[in-house]
């Protein structure tokens, strides 16, 4: 009876939410009379496919339209929650009275839905978020079917996947087909600049090699279970909250950071993870999450029973934090992903990162101090070379004038800072379109990936598996270990 109810008020959900969307619903069948011959796409007419959009980073592609890209969007996925979220988030796009989208969903739900969208395939970019645990399949599934691939991270949890992964980019490669990582820090701004900056000999100077103590490139970043997403409290699966299923720290949101690296110290080189990257060491630790707090963040009313190993008291001790140290091309990368629980008043997620050169230290902040917004500063390694770095940091930024107009160098005695306008200051959910609108700059002509990205997932996630492989053999830590400072 429960089941037959929530199915029944699902199914109410979805057709209240398609009368606003401009859609239409079918409900998947098994019998195979019901299937559409393949319906594939040109390329010049580009049409998304929303394969079991269960996180909200699915719905955030959509968040604006693209030239060349057809209103009408597929959705796959089995009928539930994770389907009705989607749908009421995209609903709110289309109706939000500033710059509204005008998407047209066409939606077919059932528990077969993957198999029926590989026959029917009636668009040619499929476009992925949620359930970590399997998503490479997924993505080989779709790229075996000869569609393109827009899939968020991560794309593995476990080194084991290392293989499949391969496969899946030789697949792309092979068939003409565009398979991307939607890694959306790298349109952050600060980051950006931060790129720029560091790849500006007179001001950065070399890399640093550094040592295990003081590493050459510090990088961390700090989430938090409890969030609001479209200006609307974002409740959790239950699902979201198992590691085996959504990854810890490193191998989950971590893959940003991983991948920033070589893209700042080394932009568009190709990294060779079995000569260039040597793993040093990992550790990982909870963050203790009441049953008062689980219930908040999910609506559920106790923990599920797949989470039971690590519940103790009515408090499960969920371990997503990971700290990693490894040697990329000689330089000592530290690398921490941190949850915290709920951010501080007027706090938010937040990104450090510090490059060390022979000339100057580059660093984003993003602390209290900065009032939570990620601020960037140059600070020289000798004091008495300042006039010399900052005469060299004022002509890079004054070359920059086209890309970015308005930035500036503010001299504050010691270090300096850049000062951004706040027209460049978009918030992370417009990264997404960002990185969506670069997939379809690649898309325009076949084979058009650069081989370093290629390489480069394959040292990002050889980094964020093996880490994670290494720091479960590490103690435990039992309490948070904290993050950089930040001033």
Not at 23 to 43: D, E, F, H, I
Not at 289 to 305: C, I, M, N, W, Y
Request: hydrophobic residues 40%; aromatic residues 8%.
């Amino acid at each position: 009876m429960t089941t037959r109810r929530t199915t029944f008020i699902s199914l109410m959900i979805l057709t209240i939410l398609l009368a606003t969307i401009g859609g239409t619903t079918s409900l998947m069948k098994t019998s195979s009379s019901n299937v559409s011959p393949p319906q594939n796409a040109r390329m010049d007419e580009l049409k998304f496919i929303t394969l079991d959009p269960g996180h909200f980073h699915a719905a955030l592609v959509l968040k604006e339209m693209y030239p060349g890209v057809s209103k009408q969007v597929h959705v796959y996925a089995p009928l539930g929650a994770d389907l009705t979220d989607h749908l009421n988030r995209v609903a709110r796009f289309n109706n939000r009275a500033e710059n509204p989208t005008a998407w047209e969903l066409e939606i077919k739900t059932g528990p077969d839905f993957l198999r029926r969208m590989l026959e029917e395939r009636p668009g040619n970019v499929v476009v992925l978020s949620g359930r970590n645990q399997g998503k490479i399949d997924l993505i080989n599934a779709s790229l075996g079917a000869g569609l393109n691939v827009l899939a968020d991270k991560p794309w593995i949890l476990n080194p084991s996947d290392l293989p499949k992964l391969e496969a899946a980019l030789d697949t792309a490669d092979k068939r003409g087909l565009i398979a991307y990582d939607i890694m959306t820090e790298r349109y952050e701004i600060t980051t950006i600049l931060q790129r720029e900056i560091v790849n500006d000999a007179a001001t950065f100077g070399d890399p640093v090699s550094g040592t295990e103590r003081d590493p050459g490139v510090c990088i961390e970043s700090v989430h938090h279970l409890m969030k609001t997403v479209a200006g609307v409290p974002n409740l959790r699966p239950a699902r979201f909250f198992d590691t085996e299923q959504q990854g810890e720290g490193l191998n989950d949101v971590g893959t940003h950071l991983v991948d920033l690296v070589p893209w700042i110290l080394f932009p568009a080189q190709p990294i060779d993870y079995r000569k260039e990257i040597n793993l040093l060491s990992a550790e990982r630790w909870p963050t203790p999450v009441s049953l008062a707090d689980f219930r908040r963040v999910t609506g559920e009313e106790k923990f599920p029973a797949y989470l039971s190993s690590n519940v103790r008291d009515d408090r499960l001790n969920l371990y997503i934090n990971t700290e990693t140290l490894y040697r990329l091309r000689g330089v000592h990368v530290r690398v921490k992903a941190l949850w915290n629980y709920e951010a501080p008043p007027g706090g938010g997620d937040t990104h450090a990162a510090v490059f060390r050169g022979t000339r100057s230290r580059v660093e984003v902040r993003q602390g209290k101090d900065q009032a939570f917004v990620p601020e960037l500063y140059i600070v020289p390694v000798d004091p008495s070379q300042k006039a010399t770095v900052l005469a060299a940091l004022q002509k890079k930024i004054e070359a920059l004038q086209t890309k970015f107009p308005g930035v500036a160098v503010e001299d504050l005695g010691a270090e300096m800072r850049v000062r951004i306008p706040s027209k460049f200051r978009e918030g992370h959910e417009a990264h997404f379109a960002a990185v969506t609108k670069q997939f379809l700059t690649y898309l325009k002509t076949p084979k058009s990936l650069p081989a370093w990205e290629k390489a480069n997932m394959l040292a990002k996630y050889f980094v964020t598996t093996k880490a994670v492989e290494l720091s479960r053999q590490s103690p435990r830590k039992p309490a948070n270990a904290g993050g950089m400072t930040q001033k």
